[in-house]
C-alpha cells in the first residue's frame, strides 16, 4: 500500500483532516548533490532502484543536476523511473545556473517528485515544508541590510526567500514535519569547508525560520560537500546535511534514512 500524500496549497484554507493519520513510523530517506550531467549514463539507477527497501518517502535536497540543463534532467527522469515511493524535492542553486529553474521543476514534477515551491504536503501523518534557502552567513556573521543598494538587495533577497520557506511550514498541521532545504541553516553543518565560504553555505535567517515552529522533527539539507554530518538549531531541532560527498564518509548508501 503506497503512502497516503496531501498537498496543503494554500495557508489560510483549512484541509479537511489536517494532523490526521497513523502514528507510526514514517521511514525518510534523503539525499542532495547528486550533479547529474548530460553525458552520464544511469548515474543513479541503482539508487533509486533500491530505496523503497529502506524508506517510504524519499527527499531530494536540490543541486540534482549540474547547470539546469534539459538533457541533464531528462538523464536524472530516466533513473527517477526506477523510484517505487512518493519523492520530495527542492532545487539548489546549480538548477539556476542556465536560468531555467522553472522548466527544471515542471520536469521533475511531471515525473512525480513533488516540489516545494510554496507548497506543503503530508504523507502518511508527517509533513513535508521547505525550499531552497539561500546564503547570508551565520550568527554575528550574518549580513545585515546596511550600505550599498545592492547590499540590501541581497539581503533582502535573503529575507524574501526565508519568508517563503515559512509560508510553506505554517501551512502544516501535523505534529511531525519535516523541513527540506538546499542551503544549510546552521553552522555546524558547513564546518568542515573553508571557513572563508561559509556565508556562501547557508544563513542563520533559516535557523530562526525553523525555530519558530514546533511540530518540525528534523531538517535535511545538502551543498555543503565537505561540511559535517550533522548539527542543530538554537532550540535543538536537528539538521543533517545529506549532500551525497558527505553520505559517501558514512558509509556506502547513497542516502540516509530517519524515522520520523
Known sequence: ???????????????????????????????GDLHVGEN?????????????EDADVLCLCGDLVNFGKTREVEVLLEDLQGC???MVGVLGNHEHECGRPDEVTEMLCEAGVKMLTGQAYEIDGVGFAGGKGFIGGFGRYMLSPFGEASIKSFVQEAVDDANHIENSIRMLRTERSVVLLHY???????MGEPPEIHAFLGSSRLGETI???DNISLVVHGHAHRGAPE???NKGVPVYNVALPVLKTLGDKPYRVFEV
Do not use: C, N, W
Not at 9 to 25: C, E, I, R, Y
Not at 184 to 190: E, K, L, N, W, Y
Open 1 to 31: 500500500m503506497k503512502p497516503r500524500i496531501d498537498a496543503h496549497p494554500d495557508p489560510q484554507t483549512p484541509q479537511p483532516g489536517l494532523g490526521a493519520g497513523p502514528s507510526k513510523k514514517l521511514r525518510v530517506a534523503a539525499v
Open 40 to 52: 552520464h549514463e544511469r548515474p543513479h539507477r541503482e539508487l533509486f532502484d533500491r530505496v523503497h
Open 84 to 86: 517505487k515511493i512518493p
Open 184 to 190: 544549510s541553516p546552521v553552522v555546524d553543518t558547513v
Open 211 to 213: 525555530d519558530r515552529y
Open 231 to 233: 548539527g542543530r538549531t
